[in-house]
């Protein structure tokens, strides 16, 4: 466990960080990528080419009428989000590799949840990873984190008790 202050400070920290820099990649994503094109790093394991999704994670969702995906990509993603805020500010047994791994999840849906509302429910994306054929969607630094987040959490769910004795 880790006392309500220090994890406040992480929780905050890490909002104030992540979610301010995956709005700042996004922001540059929208002013310096052009729409169809594309800029190969790493001998082509990393693209950048400018994408914007009506969906969530891999467009899903995207051919929902305009209401629908409101409801459940905005209303219903800003519920779950808050009360996924209160549960880190708020819980008392919290330690701090879930502490960590619920805040990225959070910084991911804020980030995505920021686009919705300001750009007309759609979500900038800019950055696909591959090998050849073998690639991921287009995604966002928002993604990633709800991603590294999630797996974070899967792994503690499995391997908790080595997690705990060396918190």
């Not at 709005?23 to 190969?40: D, E």
């Not at 009506?54 to 519920?79: C, H, M, N, Q």
Request: aromatic fraction near 14%.
């Amino acid at each position: 466990m880790i006392n309500s202050w220090k994890r406040i400070t992480i929780i905050m920290s890490l909002l104030v960080g992540y979610v301010g820099l995956d709005q700042f990649t996004k922001y540059l994503a929208k002013k310096m990528l052009v729409p169809g094109s594309v800029i190969r790093f790493l001998g082509d394991m990393i693209r950048l080419q400018y994408a914007e999704n009506k969906g969530i994670y891999l467009s899903l969702g995207s051919t929902l009428p305009d209401e629908i995906r409101f409801w459940l990509f905005t209303v219903a993603v800003s519920v779950l989000l808050t009360f996924l805020f209160l549960f880190l500010i708020f819980s008392k047994k919290l330690s701090f590799f879930p502490t960590i791994a619920l805040t990225l999840i959070l910084c991911g849906g804020i980030g995505n949840l920021i686009d919705r509302i300001f750009h007309q429910g759609v979500v900038i994306d800019m950055i696909n990873f591959g090998i050849g054929n073998l690639r991921t969607g287009i995604l966002n630094l928002a993604d990633l984190a709800i991603t590294f987040g999630g797996g974070l959490m899967i792994y503690y769910v499995l391997f908790n008790d080595n997690l705990n004795n060396s918190s």
